[in-house]
């Protein structure tokens, strides 16, 4: 199961920019979107990476069925250490749309 830890806003000092749709906002901006839970972004560590990837939340799933192709159930456990709690997801790698976005250039 993949894992993927909740960026909170209170702690945002730099601003926040997803690593594949490139959705950019200041920390000012992230808080108050965050509060009306308009976006979220989320640190994820691929497989066999070092540094964690930033990714909003339209682009979490598309991001992990890149790296779990052969996978047709795609898990992932959602992290919020502010709150020390955490869910557990599924979806079906089918339901992902992944067209939207080239992934070309990750390993």
């Keep these: ?19 594949l749709c490139n959705l950019t906002y200041s920390p000012k901006e992230y808080r108050a979107l965050y509060g009306i839970e308009k976006v979220i972004y989320f640190s994820y560590l691929p497989p066999e990476m070092k540094r964690p990837k930033t990714v909003c939340h ?11 192709k052969t996978e047709l159930k795609i898990e992932v456990k959602i992290i919020d250490n502010f709150e020390k709690s955490s869910w557990d ?13 080239d992934l070309s250039f990750f390993p």
């Design 58 to 68: 339209n682009c979490l799933l598309t991001l992990i069925k890149s790296y779990r």
């Design 89 to 101: 997801c599924y979806t079906y790698a089918n339901d992902i749309d992944d067209s939207v976005v």
């Design 1 to 19: 199961m993949d894992k993927a830890e909740i960026i909170r806003p209170e702690f945002r000092k730099s601003k926040c920019r997803c690593t």
